[in-house]
């Protein structure tokens, strides 16, 4: 049998022998990637539709990317931030300029940005706001994601996420997400920071209704608290525009930024805000030994720069709009129901159907690779580099298995 000879049976086999089991991978064995293809240690391709949770944003091993990672590697790799390094100044100055903040701080992971914000936010509560010592609290939205640590799960509505992980965090509050009457009763004087993602992602890609994000904008300048925005997954170009946030017109008080921060070739991720908030910090109050490193700047500084000529976000719309309308077609034909912005989409199964690890599973052997989450549900987000033929294909795709 042909199948005896693949290698990728054996080599599933081997990854999984000698790893904690907390993940359950498709049973793909990628050995080499360029754009929006992966190839496997069998030499089949598959399109890549997940793109790395949209950390590959700019697909597999962008030219401009990878040279400036080979430049780097060949100079300077690592100092600390004891010292201070030649490609800091430009990559805080670009990025913050991207955002149209005064300041940037440089960490590595999502997670970490994450808890860089909820400290931040503390701080300027009890030095700004003067809210008394211990007692503030950060309102967050229920079906959340923002992370692993102990702390970030803490405030997980998902059992899997938090369970047997306590003792929690305490300090958050949790209300339904896109509902503003509930937001409004949840904070209080002692509320230093509303923390939510504009698009919840790893719920589905979950759209609040239209006018949630202006409402949380103006709630929270009215009541004296933070907005911060989790634009880990739904920034730098997912949705169409640079931030989701974008598209209600709104600017938070602080992006959360990571994933596609880092090209692809290294985990880059950044707090960005004005003076008055990211001010609060002082030496020796937060930091992070390879935050803000040579390689890490020289590769995110490219991404900054290739977003800021708006060209990814405009192929991220016009595109989004196909993958969209493509999707939307399939709905009573397998599908229950899509949503999303960009090239960014959360497709419900009809759970009669299959599952959503069966769909993705099938989507696999028809060379398209995707991820399912929470039960019938999967999320496509390919690298926004993919054209408009990729597109088509991977909905012909996901309509010849809906069709069985
Ligand atoms: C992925 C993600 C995180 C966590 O990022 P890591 O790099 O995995 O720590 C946080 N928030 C959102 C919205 C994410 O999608």
């Known amino acids: 049998m042909i199948e005896d000879m693949l290698r990728t049976p054996a080599a599933v086999q081997d990854a999984e022998r000698h790893t904690a089991h907390n993940y359950h991978p498709l049973p793909v064995v990628i050995s080499s990637a360029e754009g929006a293809w992966v190839t496997d240690v069998d030499g089949k391709r598959y399109l890549d539709c997940l793109a ?21 590697l060949d100079k300077l790799t690592l100092t600390s931030r004891a010292f201070i390094h030649d490609q800091f100044a430009d990559f805080c100055r670009e990025l913050a300029a991207l955002c149209g903040k005064d300041l940037v701080l440089p960490m590595n992971t999502g997670a970490e940005a994450v808890e860089t914000g909820i400290k931040v936010a503390r701080k300027w509560g009890y030095q700004v706001k003067g809210v008394p010592d211990g007692q503030a609290n950060i309102v967050v939205a229920e079906g959340n994601f923002h992370g692993r640590t102990t702390t970030i799960v803490s ?53 609040p209704p239209e006018g949630y994000l202006r409402g949380v904008r103006l709630l929270c300048t009215e009541r004296n608290v933070l907005f911060i925005a989790d634009e880990i997954q739904s920034g730098l170009g997912r949705t169409g525009t640079t931030f ?69 976000q405009r192929r991220s719309a016009a595109l989004g709009e196909r993958l969209q309308a493509g999707l939307r077609g399939l709905i009573g034909k397998g599908l229950v129901a899509v949503r999303g912005r960009g090239l960014w989409a959360g ?7 299959m ?26 987000a390919p690298p926004l580099v993919i054209t408009e033929e990729e597109i088509d294909h991977a909905v012909a795709q996901v309509a010849a298995v809906l069709a069985g």
């Open 52 to 72: 790395g949770y949209s950390a590959l944003n700019f697909g597999h091993r962008h030219p401009t990317l990878i040279a400036a990672a080979h430049a780097q």
């Open 155 to 207: 405030f997980s509505t998902d059992s899997d996420a938090r369970a047997d992980f306590g003792p929690y965090t305490p300090g958050f509050r949790i209300v339904p997400y896109g509902d503003l009457a509930a937001l409004t009763e949840a904070i209080d004087e002692h509320t230093v920071a509303v923390l939510l993602e504009p698009i919840q992602g790893e719920q589905g890609v979950v759209v």
């Open 244 to 312: 989701a946030c974008e598209q209600e017109g709104v600017v938070p008080d602080m992006y959360l930024l990571g994933k596609a921060l880092g090209g692809g070739i290294v985990p880059v991720s950044a707090v960005a805000a004005d003076t008055d908030v990211l001010g609060v910090l002082q030496p020796g109050q937060h930091g992070s030994t390879f935050g803000g490193n040579p390689l890490a700047c020289a590769v995110a500084t490219e991404v900054v720069r290739l977003l800021a000529t708006g060209e990814f």
């Open 347 to 353: 497709l419900d199964i009809d759970p009669a159907l």
């Open 355 to 380: 599952s959503g690890r069966k769909a993705c599973e099938r989507l696999m052997e028809r060379g398209v690779l995707a991820k399912d989450t929470h039960g019938s549900t999967i999320r496509l």
